[in-house]
């Protein structure tokens, strides 16, 4: 199959571009799309008869899949024995844990003389601190979208932030889709509990959780009963089951777009420094790793801890000064007198790499400079970049997301807009971008439009997902100058 599919600006909002693209060979793509669409409408019997036409249609390995979900679709058109025969059509032994569980509580459903009393609407969420009330939380009688957010807790604050642009994207959309939140709390059982919930109310996908293990919790359930569109990553050795997709703000896309930014500048060997913590690892494992693709690599790293204000003995051994200076202490022993002598830094490198805050890169940046690095190339995460131009950082490169970078057109339109009313647009920018794009993806993923491989250009990124569904982000690069900030994407404006 290859029909050309041209998306409505409108579907992914003014934040995106519009986006052509050729549909793959995926079978699961067209009878998929045309089944949610019917299951969107309410109209169960429809999208019972399109999926099991996908399984007549397409390839053994999707048959279990589509008779499980035309069978659920039959069971709640109230067609109870269509459901039964095509229960009795899949193949033994071809569930896998997941299914089995929806196969469960389907047979249950049939078992059942009365249809079950419908869940309670959970309450609705009160903003967290710092963010507006929108309309469309927690009003929904059923179906739509399920958006789950830890809204109490050490993450209040930033999920707060990624709910107001979620919803604010829906209502700018014209709230086409029912969004209920839930709270999935500070721990994995919790936001299984939400999860569960979603899943009783009838929600058609689910958003989030945003917690590490939490989508790990719901990842170990198996293939999920309606499609998840998970708010961070599982760990790179865990698999995701089909359905079960993953979208964030992983520092690795900034690493790898460092990397591919200092090969593109003719740099391929670097000294790093990061964060003594979880997440500079994270950063230092996917810049040496991108680098080696592309034939580079670190050739030393050190780590800091955030807030000293004294890095020269770091930086030092990163340059390899003592080592020049251990050379001048030896010439000095042969000669027997004072000499003459300048420190030299190593020559192997072409470039630096930090990963720092804008306080502490004020300190970096500037002892870097003075231990003889000015005519070293800089990159560094967006970390560095709180939105304003900065002269103690004239030269650093980073990337960053385009709702950060861009000064004119749709996106620069829409987030002058957005901050006017909201608050977390000008207090958590990049997070509520998140949310922007979140929703965007949640419409497509409904209707069936993401392709595998292709980029999609919205407000974090280029989105490209991968055929095991992780959704990676291409970043914008800009550099530090003159007390501003200048991109370094041609076709881009300064």
Known sequence: MNIRIRFRRAALLAVLLAFSGVASADPLSAPGAAARQALQRGDYAEASRAFEAAARDFPSSFTPEFLLSAAEAAQKAGDAPRAQRLIRQIPDNSLDAGQLTRLQALNAALASPAAPAPAAAPEAVAPAAGTVALPGIGTATGGGIALLLPLNGPLATSAGALRDGFVAADTRNGSHHAVRVYDSGDSADAALAAYQQALRDGAQ??????????????AALGQPAVPVLALNYLDDTAKAPFHLFQYGLAPEDEARAAAERAVADGGKRAIALVPRSEWGERVLAALDKRLRDLGGAVLKS?????????????????????ASDARHKALTGILGEKT??????????????????????????????????????????????????????????????????????????????????????????RLFAMGLDAYALSTMLLAGQVQTGTIYPAATGGLRMAPDGAIARTLSCAQFRDGGVRSLDPAATP
């Open 205 to 218: 996908l689910v958003v989030g959780p945003l917690r590490k293990d939490a989508v790990a919790a719901i």
């Open 302 to 322: 050190a780590r800091y801890a955030p807030g000293d204000t004294d890095y020269g003995k770091t930086i030092q051994d990163l340059l390899n000064l003592d």
């Open 340 to 429: 003459e002598f300048e420190q030299r830094r190593r020559d192997d490198i072409d470039f630096i790499f930090f990963a720092a805050r804008p306080s502490d890169a004020r300190m970096i940046w500037p002892q870097f400079r003075y231990y003889r690095a000015t005519g070293l190339p800089v990159y560094a995460t967006s970390l560095v970049y709180d939105g304003g131009g900065d002269n103690e950082l004239n030269g650093v490169r980073f990337c960053d997301m385009p709702w950060m970078l861009q000064n004119d057109g749709a996106v620069a339109t829409l987030r002058t807009e957005l901050a006017a009313s909201q608050p977390a647009a000008k207090s958590q920018p």
